[in-house]
């Protein structure tokens, strides 16, 4: 057997510089959400990208993450120790800059979280396409100063140079072995996003109320031979009295989020889907190791 490299690649920047674009344009599937609002992104979705290399295979776990911003908020605090969390563990850490704004403050926190993390830091120059190549230069010669491992000028929305960021990321992952078979990654892919979108209906419904306590797990997806792609998903909370506000008043929280959830999934992957949801109570699951890891909240 050939040697085997993989590493948890985490990638870091404020909000709406890209992140999730770079994580889409890596893969080359839309396995995570983008939006034109910032701060979309609200829980950690993985990407697995694996090449073969000149001395063997190398598996990278991407690991997109909300963007960092000012802790002003309680929320924002836990977002923020959880991308540092995410930090702590990355193998190689990409921070997000985009080329047609200035270096401000936000960038300057996720740059300091990023250097003082530990892992070699690629640092990505987004957006170039709207750019001029001035522009592009500036930004590259204001990011130097952080001292970084590697200076990557792209376009996550034309794929300009993003086989380079691949590259960089590649020649520092540790020696390891690969996480995921080739057969599973789409599949492992596909149930983070769908986990994601019916995540994001009911939080978007009850404005932010659990956004902690609750989380989605794909249990089963296959297709049911009439074409219709059956999914069965399990909304999990921590406690009894949180089950009845998912599932709401006669039901109706539970019918309607799960209604826009599957028109959104019927849209995206372009096929009828019978959604069948469930909700369970897993009492004090973030305290749970067990069960932290079967959420993905795994430390890999
Ligand atoms: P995130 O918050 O950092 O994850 O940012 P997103 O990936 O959600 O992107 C935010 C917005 O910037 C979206 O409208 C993207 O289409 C846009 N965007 C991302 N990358 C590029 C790029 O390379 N060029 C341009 N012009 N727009 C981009
Ligand atoms: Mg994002």
Not at 71 to 78: D, E, F, H, I, S
Not at 95 to 119: F, N, Y
Not at 229 to 243: F, I, K, P, T, W
Request: with cysteine; glycine share 8%; proline share 5%.
């Amino acid at each position: 057997m050939s040697d085997t490299r993989s590493g948890f690649v985490v990638i870091v920047g404020r909000p709406n510089v890209g992140k999730s674009t770079l994580v889409n344009a890596m893969v080359g599937e839309k396995v995570s959400i983008t939006s034109t609002r910032p701060q979309t992104t609200r829980s950690v979705i993985r990407g697995v990208l694996t090449r073969s290399t000149v001395d063997g295979m190398a598996q990278a776990v991407l690991v997109d993450t909300p963007g960092l911003h000012k802790p002003r908020t309680a929320l924002g605090q836990r977002t923020n120790a959880m991308i540092d969390r995410s930090l702590s563990e990355a193998d190689v850490v990409v921070a997000v800059l985009a080329a047609d704004e200035p270096v401000g403050p936000g960038d300057r926190r996720v740059a300091d979280r990023a250097g003082r993390a530990g892992p070699p830091v690629v640092c990505v120059v987004n957006k170039c396409d709207v750019a001029s190549p001035d522009t592009v230069a500036e930004r590259l010669i204001e990011a130097s100063e952080w001292d970084f491992d590697a200076y990557v000028p792209v376009s996550a929305l034309t794929a300009d140079g993003v086989t380079i960021v691949i590259d960089e990321i590649t020649a520092r992952l540790p020696a390891g072995p690969l996480y995921f078979a080739e057969g599973e990654i789409s599949d492992q892919a596909e149930r983070a996003i769908v986990a994601e979108i019916v995540r994001e209906k009911f939080l978007d419904r009850l404005h932010d109320e659990l956004p902690h306590s609750l989380v989605v797990i794909v249990e089963d997806m296959s297709e049911r031979p009439n074409g219709t792609l059956y999914v069965e998903a399990r909304v999990v909370v921590e406690r009894d009295s949180q089950r009845g506000i998912v599932i709401g008043k006669g039901g109706g929280l539970l019918r309607t989020a799960g209604a826009e959830a599957r028109a959104e999934l019927e849209a995206r992957m372009s096929t009828p889907i019978y959604l069948d949801l469930r909700v369970t109570v897993a009492k004090d699951w973030q305290q749970r190791p067990d069960l932290l890891d079967r959420f993905g909240f795994g430390a890999g």
